[in-house]
């Protein structure tokens, strides 16, 4: 199973970028994909979670500024980040928990995106 995630880059304080994660391989069914982030010095936190079923969770500082959503049908998360702050600088991360189609349960991380954010 492997993730492909796109769409960092560099920005200025107020502005927006969507990051965009399509997962492939041996997948059956996937049941959650997720964005973590980890700033330098700092440990990688959950940033924001989709599940299959629609149910949305948000870290508290991104709450109301960033949108989580997924096409299921394409296995594909997107993530879009408006009024960007200094603070949201990082490396992002695209995570799925999926069942293969060998019927192994599999924590699947993509290779990350560089999201920066000038102040």
């Known amino acids: 199973v492997q993730l492909q995630a796109s769409g960092g880059g560099l920005v200025q304080a107020g502005g927006s970028l969507r990051l965009s994660c399509a997962a492939s391989g041996s997948i059956r069914r996937i049941d959650a994909m997720a964005w973590y982030r980890q700033a330098p010095g700092k440990q990688r936190e959950s940033v924001a979670v989709f599940s299959s079923i629609g149910m949305t969770q948000y870290l508290g500082s991104v709450q109301g500024r960033f949108t989580i959503s997924g096409d299921n049908a394409k296995n594909t998360v997107y993530l879009q980040m408006n009024s960007l702050k200094a603070e949201d600088t990082g490396v992002y991360y695209c995570?799925?928990?999926?069942?293969?189609?060998?019927?192994?349960?599999?924590?699947?991380w993509g290779q990350g995106t560089q999201v920066t954010v000038s102040s």
């Open positions: 995570n799925a928990d999926v069942l293969t189609t060998a019927y192994d349960r599999l924590d699947a």
